[in-house]
């Protein structure tokens, strides 16, 4: 007599392998989604600490008046529309504030470290550049 079909030992190892592939498919489909995520909030740091920088150049350059007794992690001066105005790193909240007018903004969220390092011109009195370094951190991963 020729039976034809599986039996129910075939039907369970069956069972059990694409039960393995399937575990192994939503393991690497929950990675690829954690990863994601986590790319995408380092992406918004970086992006954010970007913009800050931009607008911390434009205006250092053209800025004037610097006040040279500023600690490392404070630039303050004035803009060229003669706006008093702060860039300061404060470690408590790890957060970069932009200070106009005795008025705080947020400039930058996340932040690990900002310095600002400042070369003074050759009487001493103003600075020849300022060299700013920005270090945010998501998770655990930072960039400087």
Request: glycine share 4%.
């Amino acid at each position: 007599m020729n039976k034809r079909g599986f039996t129910l030992v075939e039907c369970l190892i069956g069972l059990a392998i694409s039960a393995i592939l399937l575990a192994a498919v939503a393991v690497a489909i929950n990675a690829s989604a954690v990863n994601y995520g986590e790319n995408e909030d380092m992406f918004r740091a970086i992006n954010g600490a970007r913009q800050a920088l931009a607008r911390m150049t434009s205006q250092i350059r053209t800025g004037r008046d610097f006040d040279i007794t500023a600690p490392a992690n404070r630039c303050s001066f004035f803009t060229s529309a003669n706006v008093d105005t702060t860039y300061e790193y404060r470690s408590a909240d790890q957060k970069l504030y932009l200070t106009q007018n005795s008025t705080d903004y947020v400039l930058c969220d996340n932040v690990t470290a900002a310095t600002f390092t400042k070369m003074l011109n050759d009487a001493g009195d103003d600075y020849k550049s300022v060299q700013i370094s920005l270090t945010v951190r998501s998770g655990t991963v930072s960039r400087t």
